[in-house]
């Protein structure tokens, strides 16, 4: 599976946009980048996913560069329920999903 | 449709003793997977099916663990016998179609958390 690099944490204010970023320079054609999000204690919430070209949907952007080795995560206005841990994960053998230890997002007043 | 339904949400048990944990996948859903999640490993894949065949029981920590998916909407992970470090939250997880495909997301359950002392 490739590989992702993400910082372990982050802050944000609350009402500000979130850009959570993810190194993964060892991602092959066809691997899709998927974002996924567990806030404390609950199971894992999907939140976007693209290959090659740019994606929203109603609750993020997901940015990704003309040469795939990067990708940024944006919560166009983050609240305080959006702080949890996000994982990046590039989806590769098989049909699964391999979670690599993530970003916690802080949300602060 | 309620979502990945999981049982029990807690569970503590003795050392030694057989622990089932239960999974019921969305309805429609092809592929379900089983996670554990602990401090120390974070989340990691033990076993997936697709069409109730076990894909990849590579994850599978030892043999006494097993799971099985006697059907479409139900699965088990089995815990025999359990061990203080089998502590775990232990994820259930379905989607519709493998993650090599377009427009695939998985729903995750809320988890068992299981304790054996």
Not at chain 1, 43 to 71: C, F, V, W
Not at chain 1, 81 to 88: G, L, P, Q, W
Not at chain 2, 31 to 50: A, D, S, V
């Amino acid at each position: 599976d490739a590989k992702t690099t993400q910082p372990p944490s982050m802050d944000c204010a609350e009402g500000r946009a979130a850009n959570l970023p993810c190194n993964h320079s060892t991602i092959s054609g066809n691997e899709y980048v998927y974002w996924y999000r567990q806030i404390h204690s609950q199971g894992p919430q999907y939140i976007i996913h693209g290959l090659k070209n740019n994606e929203t949907n109603e609750m993020a952007s997901l940015i990704i560069t003309e040469d795939r080795k990067s990708s940024t995560l944006i919560l166009p206005h983050a609240t305080l329920r959006d702080t949890a841990v996000y994982y990046c994960i590039v989806s590769t053998s098989g049909s699964r999903l391999t979670f690599g230890e993530g970003t916690q997002l802080t949300v602060n007043p | 449709d309620a979502g990945v339904i999981q049982s029990p949400r807690h569970e503590v048990t003795e050392m030694g003793q057989e622990v089932t944990l239960r999974c019921k996948p969305i309805s429609g859903h092809d592929y379900l997977f089983w996670y554990r999640q602990t401090m120390m490993r974070g989340l990691e894949l033990l076993i997936y099916f697709n069409n109730n065949v076990p894909i990849d029981d590579s994850g599978m920590p030892e043999d006494r663990f097993s799971a099985k998916m006697p059907n479409a909407s139900f699965s088990t992970l089995k815990i025999q016998p359990s061990e203080p470090r089998d502590s775990a939250v232990y994820f259930c997880a379905s989607s519709l179609r493998g993650f090599r495909e377009r427009n695939t997301e998985a729903f995750f359950g809320q988890g068992t958390r299981l304790t054996v002392v």
